[in-house]
């Protein structure tokens, strides 16, 4: 994986290379987001500030999915 920085962005010349170096970006981007990111499961004991109207919402929510 090349960070960000490295991207060689010196020689776009044509449609080709923009599209390659953006095509780079985007792996890369989704290689960080996969090795950082993480599944939450909400639920009523998530926060101390939960309360019925926010379950209430949370079950609307879930519903209308």
């Not at 780079?24 to 004991?45: A, C």
Request: charged share 25%; proline share 0%; with cysteine.
């Amino acid at each position: 994986m090349v960070s960000i920085k490295e991207l060689n962005t010196i020689h776009i010349h044509n449609k080709e290379n923009l599209e390659s170096i953006v095509q780079e970006f985007t792996n890369n981007t989704n290689d960080i987001w996969y090795k950082y990111s993480k599944l939450v499961n909400i639920t009523k004991h998530s926060k101390s500030w939960w309360n019925e109207n926010c379950q209430n919402s949370l079950e609307t929510y879930r519903n209308s999915r």
